[in-house]
């Protein structure tokens, strides 16, 4: 009864882990990770500066492009809201064949982007998930293609498209560019981090392999191949020394390959600069469609064993 009536006993305390011992190096660098009031100051300044820096040249180009027929004379032309006209834009989409550019860089970069995503997916999968001989093998003898120049196959590409009848045509152009190792290297890795037992339980459900990789594979890798998307849709986008070498037609050339040719026919600068923007307005629509994606998609492809 006593027993009962006594207060309980506190537990021992224990005296807290003690962080093993760091050098004084770690210490220093942990130090410098943490921002103090300058630091912060600093750090936004340095920013602030690199920011207008990568800016600078898209604002003077936009600016330029609104001032045809004038002298360039600095600083003074780049002040914006002055002497602004969209003359050059009216000249580049009435006068050349901008248009027409624009049309065939879609197609070439929308149409490569999705054979790109598919035909990475597939790969991707088996080289992840299938095991069948020669696999590793294989996979890295792929992944060597990356270190060769595009330089190199160059000449041999153009022989055999040439050969085949693929010269200034769509197939052509686009045919030589679905065999892109860095995206099968993306995908491989992101679906590698992904559970085998979701594999497992579809395919005790009787689920093919294909259903498998349309119902399970395609909609768990949104994130990467929205990001791998972006890039390659950027890579054709800004693409330049095969749709030059390929495209004899100024009707099948790219808005590369046609803004860089108007240099030979004495176009104004102001022309010029209105078609790079023309141009650059399609990356940035598509950044901004996919941009919550990227970094999602960047994160999720850590390199794994």
């Known amino acids: 009864m006593t027993a009962l009536l006594q207060p309980?006993?506190?537990?021992?305390?224990?005296?807290?882990?003690?962080?093993?011992?760091?050098?004084?190096?770690?210490?220093r660098a942990y130090r410098a990770l943490q921002p103090t009031g300058w630091?912060?100051?600093?750090?936004?300044?340095?920013?602030?500066?690199?920011?207008?820096?990568?800016?600078?040249?898209?604002?003077?180009?936009?600016?330029?492009?609104?001032?045809p027929g004038m002298v360039v004379e600095l600083p003074g032309s780049l002040l914006p809201f002055q002497?602004?006209?969209?003359?050059?834009y009216e000249q580049v989409l009435a006068g050349q064949n901008i248009l027409g550019w624009l049309g065939n860089t879609l197609i070439y970069s929308l149409v490569s982007v999705v054979a790109v995503l598919f035909l990475s997916a597939l790969a991707g999968y088996a080289f992840a998930k299938k095991r069948f001989r020669g696999k590793e093998v294989m996979f890295w003898s792929f992944l060597a293609m990356v270190m060769?120049?595009?330089?190199?196959?160059?000449?041999?590409?153009?022989?055999l498209m040439a050969n085949l009848g693929g010269v200034d045509t769509y197939w052509g152009l686009i045919l030589?560019?679905?065999?892109?190792?860095?995206?099968?290297?993306?995908?491989?890795?992101?679906?590698?981090?992904l559970p085998d037992e979701l594999?497992?339980?579809?395919?005790?459900?009787?689920?093919?392999?294909?259903?498998?990789?349309?119902?399970?594979?395609?909609?768990l890798c949104k994130p990467i191949l929205a990001t791998l998307g972006?890039?390659?849709?950027?890579?054709?986008?800004?693409?330049?020394?095969?749709?030059?070498?390929?495209?004899?037609?100024?009707?099948?050339?790219?808005?590369?390959?046609?803004i860089s040719s108007l240099q030979q026919q004495n176009v104004p600068l102001s022309t010029m600069l209105a078609g790079s923007v023309v141009a650059l307005l399609p990356i940035f629509l598509a950044y901004l469609i996919a941009q919550r994606y990227v970094q999602e998609g960047v994160a999720g492809t850590g390199i794994k064993g």
């Open 8 to 27: 309980p006993t506190q537990p021992p305390t224990q005296s807290p882990v003690m962080p093993p011992k760091t050098s004084r190096k770690q210490r």
């Open 39 to 67: 630091g912060i100051v600093g750090r936004w300044i340095w920013l602030s500066l690199a920011g207008i820096l990568s800016f600078f040249p898209f604002y003077a180009m936009v600016v330029l492009s609104l001032k």
């Open 83 to 88: 002497d602004i006209s969209f003359e050059a």
């Open 148 to 159: 060769v120049p595009f330089h190199v196959t160059l000449i041999p590409t153009f022989i």
């Open 176 to 193: 030589p560019s679905l065999a892109n190792a860095q995206a099968v290297f993306l995908m491989r890795q992101f679906i590698s981090g």
């Open 199 to 219: 594999f497992e339980a579809a395919r005790i459900d009787g689920a093919g392999e294909f259903r498998i990789f349309l119902q399970i594979v395609l909609p």
């Open 230 to 258: 972006i890039f390659v849709f950027l890579w054709h986008w800004n693409d330049f020394l095969w749709p030059l070498i390929i495209a004899k037609s100024n009707a099948m050339f790219t808005l590369t390959v046609g």
